[in-house]
């Protein structure tokens, strides 16, 4: 019998998040999650039920991220998995044309967020001396495509600050940049418009994705790793 986990998710009410929270819940893991989305998260609440946690925050917020994370453990305790997915991306356009506002949001909420969570909760994994952490890359975390700089930005950071982490864990941890392939979901309809409608649904893409996430271990500490498919 497969181990009872406990995982906390970020930008849990769409798109790869919501279909990663389906599939863990399916399988019969607790999981705990957070979004900006308030109606979104109320209705995760009703209809799945107490034994899992759902919170409307800003993962850039420092406070609201602290104060979920002593929610989240009083819930359930100290994470097996934490799974940072949260992520916006910017208009597409050239870089110069970008505002420093957009810029700044994009980098607030994909890099400083996955801060804000890896502070909160990751020494409570390594007093627990076990646990893994999955930071969402992106194909553009490992190369680029015009008008999408912000966004390639906050995903080279991503893969170099989490394998910087990963050199700093103790033994029994790992931190992982986990990059899901293209996946149709709005952030890339706002980047490809119907272009993105060839690629597989998040759901589909959640049938592979979660079980792969769950065999994630101490071996794959700080190696940039491609879910299946």
């Known amino acids: 019998m497969n181990k009872i986990r406990k995982i906390a998710i970020t930008g849990c ?12 819940i399916a399988a019969g893991h607790q999981v ?10 109320d209705d995760m609440n009703q209809s799945l ?19 979920w994370a002593t929610t989240l453990v009083g819930h359930m305790g100290v994470p097996d998995l934490v799974i ?10 050239p870089l110069w044309t970008v505002s420093s506002d957009e810029f700044r949001d994009v980098l607030n909420v994909n890099l400083l967020g996955v801060h804000n ?3 909160h909760l990751l020494p409570l994994m390594i007093e627990s001396k076990t646990g893994v952490l999955v930071n969402l890359s992106s194909g553009w975390g490992r190369s680029v495509s015009p008008d999408v700089a912000p966004y390639c ?3 080279w950071a991503i893969e170099g600050m989490t394998k910087a982490l990963a050199s700093e864990l103790p033994d029994g941890l790992a931190a992982v940049p986990l990059s899901p392939g293209v996946i149709d979901t709005d952030m890339l309809r706002q980047a490809w418009g119907e272009g993105a409608g060839g690629y597989r649904s998040a759901a589909e893409w959640a049938t592979l994705a979660a079980p792969y996430i769950l065999q994630l271990d101490a071996s794959d500490n700080g190696q940039s790793l491609t879910t299946p498919g």
């Open 13 to 24: 009410s769409r798109g790869l998040g919501r279909a990663l929270v389906d599939e863990f």
């Open 32 to 41: 705990a999650g957070c979004s900006r989305s308030t109606t979104q998260i």
């Open 49 to 67: 039920g107490p034994k899992h946690a759902f919170q409307a925050l800003d993962v850039s917020d420092e406070k609201a991220v602290q104060a």
């Open 84 to 93: 940072n997915n949260a992520g916006i991306i910017n208009t597409p356009a």
């Open 117 to 119: 969570v890896t502070r």
């Open 153 to 155: 930005a906050s995903k």
